[in-house]
Nanobody, 125 residues
């Protein structure tokens, strides 16, 4: 089992930036990682994913061009750089690890085996 700890959330004004981090432990850091987000009463939605080498990245249409997922395998950490934030980006952001089903291009929550506890991102208008 992989343990994941997110950090970097907070309150930011529209147009601002935040960088989320997700530190992994428990297994060799050679697996697909992803970010999802969830607002109250709604399903958890895919945001971005990155393969084990970092050579392939995938994004939801709503964040493409504004968010960048990356990883540092030496530090067992994946990042989500979020620029030009909008109020509709407000959500709890979750880190996910170990894609065990589905496809990296559009994964669902059930496709990932391990999850972090989430970090709140609030964008004010």
């Amino acid at each position: 089992q992989v343990q994941l700890v997110e950090s970097g959330g907070g309150l930011v004004q529209a147009g601002g930036s935040l960088r989320l981090s997700c530190a992994a432990s428990g297994r060799t850091f050679r697996y697909t990682m992803g970010w999802f987000r969830q607002t109250p009463g709604k399903e958890r939605d895919f945001v971005a994913a990155i393969n084990w080498s970092g050579g392939s990245t995938y994004y939801a249409g709503s964040v493409k061009g504004r968010f960048t997922i990356s990883r540092d395998n030496a530090k067992n950490t994946v990042y989500l750089q979020m620029n030009d934030l909008k109020p509709e980006d407000t959500a709890v952001y979750y880190c996910a690890a170990e894609l065990v089903a589905g496809t990296i291009t559009s994964p669902r929550t059930n496709d990932f085996r391990s999850w972090g506890q989430g970090t709140q991102v609030t964008v004010s208008s």
